[in-house]
């Protein structure tokens, strides 16, 4: 069996940050951002949570595919910044959204999140387990950012995107998979659930909250690793399904830099117009910016049945992963 995608949903806070804000907090200027990284602006959370916008992503997707919550069977939600810590973000959806035969838990691949759990939901649905699956990318990935910090403040914003993946005779494309944990200190952020945090906030007086509880990056390496390791991954998945990248229509990828999406389509020898953008909107969502760009594809009429398109992840771990999927 396969899972096809039967229908999208995503779900953007209005309140907008522009790079012009941006550079009234730390020195910092429009045209650099832009230029660096091609983030104009990027959408931050106010109040919603990272299981609310999951819940209204989900609700938009359920429209998309015209099917009822009770027929959802499981749910795959990918974040790095759940509310909560327990309850899962997918216990709140499925009472959010009234899936009372769902079961579901979370997944946390960083950026990588959301291909990682595409795939994970190919696995149950080719073995059979499930068959109608909702997978969720959210963050509120602005609650880890560094706001005095310049090189990563400007590069991420908060959104959810999802997906629904509905059982049909066929055979899925092999996906690819890869961690690298050797480099895991080029993209890191400390948990503020330890004892570590817990002895600062008992001694707080006039001190900042330590650096390593918010994210940590060395920004070149993560460039190098995402520019060698994006091609690599998509030849690779490419290959297990015996196609090549003229066969493809869209490179859907992971959203955290306009230079890393044109160096991979450069490195892929193939036309950057295959591989729609749309950070300059929102910046990086981390697990929902794959889903939040199929979600718009999706109403602006872009996919046409039968279209192949290759999903690409990359980001903290290091993770890198890759997925073919025919429209
Ligand atoms: N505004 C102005 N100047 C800046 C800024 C800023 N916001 N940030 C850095 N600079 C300065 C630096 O201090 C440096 O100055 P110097 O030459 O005097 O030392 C200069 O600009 C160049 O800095 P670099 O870090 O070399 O700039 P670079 O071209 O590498 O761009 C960036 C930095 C945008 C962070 C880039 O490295 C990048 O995008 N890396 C990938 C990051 C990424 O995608 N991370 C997430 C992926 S995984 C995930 O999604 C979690």
Same mark, same amino acid.
């Given at each position: 069996m396969i899972g096809r995608i039967c229908g999208t949903g995503s779900y953007i806070p209005p309140k907008i940050l522009s790079n012009d804000d941006l550079s009234e907090m730390v020195e910092t200027n429009d045209e650099w951002i832009q230029e660096r990284t091609g983030v104009r602006r990027r959408h931050l959370a106010d109040k919603e949570t990272t299981s609310f916008m999951a819940s209204e992503a989900a609700k938009r997707a359920l429209e998309n595919a015209k099917i @009822?919550?009770?027929? &959802? /069977?499981f749910i795959l939600v990918a974040s790095s910044t759940p509310d909560v810590l327990f309850p899962s973000v997918a216990c709140t959806v499925q009472e959010e959204i009234g899936a009372v035969n769902a079961a579901g838990y979370d997944m946390q691949a960083a950026c990588t999140g959301f291909v990682f759990g595409y795939q994970t939901a190919q696995a149950y649905i080719a073995a059979g387990i499930y068959r109608t699956i909702l997978v969720i990318g959210s963050e509120c990935i602005s609650s880890l950012v560094d706001w005095t910090d310049r090189g990563t403040c400007i590069l991420f914003g908060d959104g959810a995107g999802a997906v629904i993946l509905r059982a049909e005779e066929g055979t899925p494309y092999p996906p690819a998979a890869h961690l690298d944990g050797s480099r895991g200190e080029a993209l890191i952020c400390h948990n503020r659930c330890t004892a570590e945090f817990l002895e600062f906030l008992s001694d707080k007086e006039g001190k900042e909250i330590p650096k390593n509880f918010y994210i940590q990056m060395d920004g070149r390496a993560v460039f190098q690793f995402a520019v060698r390791s994006v091609p690599q991954v998509t030849e690779e998945v490419l290959e297990k399904a015996g196609? +090549?990248?003229? /066969? &493809? /229509?869209w490179f859907v990828l992971h959203q955290a830099n306009r230079r890393i999406v044109e160096a991979v389509a450069k490195r892929l020898k +193939?036309?950057?117009? @295959?591989f729609p953008m749309n950070l300059q909107e929102y910046g990086n969502t981390s697990s929902a910016s794959v889903p939040i760009l199929l979600d718009e594809m999706n109403r602006e009429g872009m996919l046409k049945r039968g279209q192949k398109i290759v999903l690409a992840g990359f980001g903290a771990g290091l993770a890198y992963g890759a997925s073919v999927l025919e429209w």
């Open positions: @009822k919550p009770e027929e &959802i /069977d196609l +090549t990248v003229e /066969d &493809i /229509d +193939t036309d950057i117009g @295959k």
